[in-house]
């Protein structure tokens, strides 16, 4: 075999590897930090597996429902701009919220964080309390993330 | 290099390319809605990466524990023949629901949806209230599709 | 072309088949069981699709917050190692509790199943009970496999 015919060879594994360059599966997971207190009480904001980014449930010390909906989603939104994404990337979410009449108010604040109604898929629930005794509201997200 | 060559080279770059299309991760994310309520909310009741298909919540407006378990496991499964997909691709489930005690007295409505004792990962949560104020059990799903 | 070519050919085949492998989409998905129980409710304790291993939330019987916990991730941790998996492998968990200001008391003893940090994502959330009456936690987990 002579060189040039290596070369289409070459580029092909090239771009089977790119292609499948999603799951580095033998690495260790990509972990993303906000602050100290996470390795206090042991999880992480963000963990990444291949092209998916997994976003630990988002909270905020604001007094409002409608402040900590802007508040979380902005730092949904912080988040996925450090890699590149953006809130048209989420595919999924859950939203905790300890007072869904109050959440509804606030539809309008959570729906002008997405462009061109590319929303997730979503699943709202009510629940006693949250890890923070005054969060109304915890986001978790799975998000898509361009190579 | 003359064309035969060629040939094998091109069914080697198609097949790499085939193998890895689950993960188109350039191309926006596939949404399929059950309804014009999902924009005005801001969800999508199914989001679709690669080869994995996210389900928001599904709820039924119907009376009964019993009749709501039959409408939400019908709705799944109607979501998941419009993607060629069975009831036997859910790779996990998590039902919310107000009344885990009258979930329970449907165990066998559910179990009928699943043939082969094909069951997802599942966890089964009672919580406070979901969005619907009616709503008895609300179930989101990840689900494997076929190429 | 000659079997000297032919060669090149056929590993760029297989290496991106191998490169690919995590994702065998064609197949039924691999359920993994703790028990028959689980047949009998109508989920599977574990459910393997590519490279992620998705974990029914896991309870204990044990009597108090301290022991579940460890009960817990003993479980989750035994169910990892079949697969060849650690706890630094799992990428996101979501922690129900039935108390939450119990759960932080634990803190420590869930932190001890984890080494150098490595913490996956997770949401903490209080609700009102679990599947079974007395249970006080349930952990459902996503993980990566390793190849």
Not at 115 to 142: C, G, H, K
Request: hydrophobic share 40%; glycine share 4%.
């Amino acid at each position: 075999m002579n060189h040039l015919q290596s070369i289409p060879l070459a580029l092909t594994l090239m771009l089977a590897v790119t292609a499948c360059s999603t799951s580095p599966s033998t690495e260790p997971l990509h972990r993303y930090h906000l602050g100290d207190w996470e390795t206090e009480i042991g999880y992480t904001q963000a963990v990444r597996h291949g092209d998916l980014l997994y976003l630990s449930g988002v909270v905020s010390g604001e007094a409002t429902m409608d402040q900590q909906v802007t508040a979380v989603y902005s730092t949904i939104r912080t988040v996925l701009e450090r890699y590149g994404a953006g809130m048209e990337d989420i595919i999924r979410e859950v939203v905790y919220t300890t007072d869904i009449e109050a959440l509804k108010q606030s539809i309008e604040t959570r729906k002008a964080f997405f462009a061109d109604d590319a929303y997730p898929a979503a699943s709202w629930i009510q629940i006693d309390r949250l890890f923070m005794p005054t969060a109304m509201i915890e986001v978790e997200a799975v998000v898509r993330l361009r190579p």
